[in-house]
């Protein structure tokens, strides 16, 4: 099962920010970063994460999970704080634990999208999907698109 667009976008904006916090602890000198800077890309990586990952199914999370709601959010807003305490005092340590939850929020969300793929549940409206087809919202599990039926018959396909 290979993983939806939006965890792929999500895992490269990860995998961006544990490098630059990577590079930043071993005092690469190609980045001559301040605690502060770096703090600040990793935090925007972050935001960029859960924006394409968590933002375009938000509404079908309030209705779903309420531990996983719960957990992620908690973790979402300890990344936060740690994002602001790293801005505000230069701290080594809150952008270590922003860097930290950071993974941990992408792990749990990345887990939860796969698992709800196999469990033949639609990524993007909840439903129960028969095959890879879910024809409740038209979305494609094999091509990662939503394909919408127009009044001609056409079809036309969404990223």
Sequence with gaps: MRLPKRDIIASCAVAAAVVLYVLWRADAALLDMSVRATGLVVL????????????PGFERLLHGNRLYLAVTSVLGLGALVAGIVTLWSSSTTALGVLTGLLVLLWGIATTHHVLLARAGVCPECGSTVRETYCEVCGYDLVRQTRTDVTREGLHRHHV
């Design 44 to 55: 925007v990586l972050g935001f960029v994460a859960s924006a394409s990952a968590v933002v």
